[in-house]
């Protein structure tokens, strides 16, 4: 057990932050704010077992303190932060508006990891329904904001991931070296409501769209040095591949764009390990290869021993080290010595 905790490098690549001011404009369209299809009416102890629950969740995303104790607890040296989009998108807002809550998103994330850089590293926002816009909120993330990249969602205003008028974006991300990681705000599909299966299912159906279509537009072909992670194990993607290479082989339409086939596509992106399930994750690291997964744990909602997971996998110590931090340290491009002095 020790082996994986000692010395604390780990590094956690699936975090969310919670930005107050942000969250207060953009709860009302989120959404968790939709009205859910249950199966049965909630009873008002569980309205108020949810509601706890809920400001709980609230604190540890937007606390930074008890977020250090809690990493400290859980064995992780650095946080790779991110803001949930699921609470806090802001593509179905005015432009003018979805633009100014990034670049506060952004001002925020950068003052919490300037204020503890061994901690922390951060992944900004941009308003990808507006390429030209957010390739200049990316400019400004990683320029004088000192962000490592950004993360986005799987859809912006009816455009998939890969579609041509995002090709821009993709080309300056690569350009500039910036890590990208992909985390869906969520399907709001009236299908998906029900038993919060936009979470059991949706999200797992768009990682898989967001990964189809990167690689079917031919993003992957042109930009072959992007350097982007995908959460929770990619979805479906990673586990349901071999449908893709059958089209490959057998429809040529669909490959027009594609010069390598979809195992190959696969390799070339990363993964975070949240899929709650060792035997699934060695089948991850068996799929994509074993410099592909990351540790990822969805703090504060997800995985509260995220080590366990790994330890139980019956992956060699020297994979599991590669999943706990090393892979992450090398998508990004920290050194050494910042490993070496990461605990405390
Ligand atoms: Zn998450």
């Not at 816009?133 to 455009?159: D, K, M, N, P, W």
């Not at 990681?181 to 898989?208: C, K, L, M, T, V």
Request: glycine share 8%; aromatic share 6%; with cysteine.
């Amino acid at each position: 057990m020790p082996s994986l905790r000692q010395p604390i490098r780990a590094i956690d690549f699936h975090a969310h932050l919670l930005i107050p001011e942000v969250y207060a404009v953009t709860a009302p369209h989120s959404l968790v704010a939709l009205p859910l299809d249950t199966a049965a009416p909630q009873t008002e102890e569980v309205r108020e077992i949810n509601a706890k629950r809920r400001r709980e969740m609230d604190h540890q995303a937007s606390d930074v303190t008890e977020r250090i104790e809690l990493m400290d607890k859980m064995g992780v040296a650095i946080q790779v932060l991110t803001c949930s989009l699921v609470h806090q998108a802001t593509d179905m807002l005015a432009l003018e508006e979805s633009v100014r809550l990034e670049r506060l998103k952004n001002d925020r994330m950068s003052a919490i990891v300037k204020s503890n850089p061994r901690r922390f590293i951060g992944l900004g926002g941009v308003p990808l329904q507006e390429p030209k816009l957010a390739i200049a909120e990316l400019e400004r993330c990683v320029g004088e904001l000192g962000l490592a990249g950004v993360q986005i969602s799987t859809f912006y205003a009816g455009r998939e991931l890969g579609h041509a008028d995002l090709h821009p974006f993709w080309a300056r991300v690569e350009q500039l070296g910036a890590r990208v990681y992909i985390h869906p705000s969520g399907n709001r599909d009236a299908r998906f409501r029900r038993h919060f299966q936009w979470n059991s299912i949706g999200q797992s159906f768009e990682e898989a769209m967001a990964i189809g279509s990167l690689m079917y537009e031919g993003v992957l072909d042109k930009c072959p040095g992007l350097n982007i992670t995908i959460s929770h194990g990619g979805g479906y993607m990673p586990f349901n591949f071999a449908r893709f290479t059958r089209n490959w082989l057998e429809k040529p339409a669909t490959r027009v764009n594609m010069k390598a086939p979809p195992a190959e596509f696969l390799k070339r992106l990363t993964y975070d390990s949240c899929v709650y399930d060792a035997g699934l994750l060695e089948r991850l690291v068996e799929i994509v290869g074993e410099d592909r997964v990351v540790l990822g744990s969805d703090y504060p909602v997800g995985d509260h021993n995220p080590l366990a997971m790994i330890e139980a996998c019956g992956l060699s110590a020297e994979v599991k080290d590669k999943i706990v931090w090393r892979n992450a340290a090398r998508v990004l491009g920290l050194d050494a010595g910042r490993m070496g002095g990461a605990s405390g």
